[in-house]
C-alpha cells in the first residue's frame, strides 16, 4: 500500500489544480469498498467474547475456526477455549493498580516501555531524516521516484530472505 501512495503521488507530481491532491485521497476508498463487505463474514474474537462474558459464542467461533463439522465438544475446541479462559483470568487476577503502572512500580515496566517506545519514535522525527531523505541534492521528483524505488528494493530483498529461510 505505501508503494502505491508513492508511486500515485509520484505520478501526480506534475499535475496542477485540485486533482493532485484529491485524487490519492479518494482513491483510498477503493480499498475500503473492497474490504467492508467482507467484514460481515469475519467472526468476532474468542478471546474477546469471553472477555464480554459470552461463552457460548466463544465456543462456536473457536469451532468454526478448528474447520468444518467440528463439534463444540471437540477436545481441540475446548483445551484451546480452557487456556483462553485461564489467560484471562490470570490476567485479570495480576493487574496492577493504575498508580502503581504510572509510578514505574509494575513487574512488566509497561510504562517505562511506553516512553522508550515514544522516545525513540519522537528522536527519529526530531532528527529530521525525513527532511533529510526526501530533499537533500534532490528535486521533488526524483525523490518521489528513489522513495518508491527504495520501497520496491526493500521489498524483494524480504522475499528473499523469506524463501532462503524456508
Not at 11 to 25: H, I
Not at 76 to 81: I, L, N, W
Not at 143 to 149: N, S, V
Amino acid at each position: 500500500m505505501f508503494s502505491l501512495a508513492n508511486w500515485i503521488a509520484y505520478a501526480l507530481y506534475n499535475q496542477d489544480g485540485p486533482f493532485q491532491w484529491r485524487f490519492p485521497l479518494a482513491f483510498q476508498l477503493v480499498f475500503f469498498f473492497m474490504i467492508a463487505p467482507l467484514l460481515v463474514l469475519v467472526p468476532e474474537s474468542p478471546r474477546w467474547l469471553l472477555l464480554a462474558g459470552r461463552n457460548e459464542s466463544a465456543l462456536e467461533v473457536l469451532s468454526r475456526l478448528a474447520g468444518k463439522n467440528i463439534p463444540m465438544d471437540d477436545v481441540t475446541v475446548v483445551s484451546e477455549f480452557r487456556s483462553i479462559k485461564s489467560a484471562i483470568e490470570l490476567e485479570r487476577e495480576d493487574r496492577p493498580p493504575i498508580m502503581d503502572v504510572l509510578c514505574f512500580r509494575d513487574k512488566a515496566h509497561n510504562f517505562r516501555r511506553l516512553i522508550l517506545s515514544c522516545g525513540t519514535q519522537f528522536m527519529q522525527q526530531f532528527s529530521g531524516i525525513n527532511a533529510l531523505g526526501s530533499t537533500l541534492s534532490f528535486t521533488s521528483s526524483w525523490a518521489l521516484l528513489i522513495l518508491g524505488q527504495d520501497f520496491i528494493s526493500l521489498h524483494s530483498w524480504r522475499s528473499m530472505l523469506a524463501s532462503v529461510k524456508k
